[in-house]
């Protein structure tokens, strides 16, 4: 069957460490790959996305990897603040190519403490 | 101010009822998408639409239907609500095709007793 998994425990980590959450995925080929983030009460907002011709994408203190032959792709927040504690969802189309139907992963709640 | 807006806010609906629950964009999206968020689950996508007078199924569309009459609205009605379509309802939208950023709405949170 397919499916896409984070981490369902909450990742607790200090405030000015690298945060890096992991979504795998079996079953499917993806042309990319979507990361979200979901504050409590709140649709997710967009963050990054990336195809899977790329290694890697950054935005500012983001940085995504994707790995196709491991069906993998990690999101890393360097120097992270308190302000980035929140739930991470990643992202795909199943249909590769069909339109932009994603499918979700459960997320995983990220702290980030004083 | 640009964006989706969803209503109401939350509802607490009697089993049978029937429901619609409205989304809204200004962005001039042709593509919108109904979601389900429920603890455990993620969000699974209900319907969607790739532009104005179509629809599709997604991956748990049974007991909801949609219409898209025009570019900016979506609603999603339940026909005769369930204890198990107690959920919170996210709408949203994005440009038509692959490698888009989706858009979401504040959601809807449902509960029907």
């Known amino acids: 069957s397919q499916k896409i998994e984070q981490n369902s425990e909450a990742l607790n980590i200090q405030e000015g460490k690298t945060a890096t959450l992991t979504c795998n995925y079996t079953n499917y080929s993806p042309a990319y790959l979507q990361w979200y983030r979901q504050d409590p009460g709140r649709g997710p907002v967009f963050l990054l996305l990336i195809r899977e011709n790329e290694k890697e994408k950054r935005k500012e203190r983001l940085k995504v990897t994707f790995d196709t032959t491991l069906k993998q792709s990690l999101f890393h927040i360097t120097a992270s603040q308190p302000a980035d504690s929140a739930t991470y969802l990643c992202a795909l189309d199943p249909s590769a190519g069909g339109g932009n139907k994603l499918t979700f992963g459960t997320g995983t709640q990220l702290k980030v403490e004083l | 101010i640009a964006g989706i807006t969803q209503a109401p806010t939350s509802q607490i609906l009697a089993a049978g009822r029937r429901m619609t629950l409205r989304c809204t964009q200004d962005?001039?999206?042709?593509?919108m998408y109904w979601y389900r968020q429920d603890l455990g689950l993620g969000l699974r996508l209900i319907h969607y639409s790739n532009t104005a007078g179509t629809t599709g199924k997604g991956e748990v569309p049974d007991g909801y239907s949609v219409s898209r009459a025009n570019t900016d609205d979506f609603p999603l009605t339940l026909a005769s609500a369930v204890p198990s379509q107690t959920s919170v309802y996210f709408c949203?939208?994005?440009?038509?095709?692959?490698?888009?950023?989706?858009?979401f709405g504040p959601g809807t949170r449902l509960t029907v007793l």
């Open positions: 962005m001039r999206h042709n593509a």
């Open positions: 949203a939208s994005s440009v038509e095709g692959s490698y888009n950023e989706q858009f």
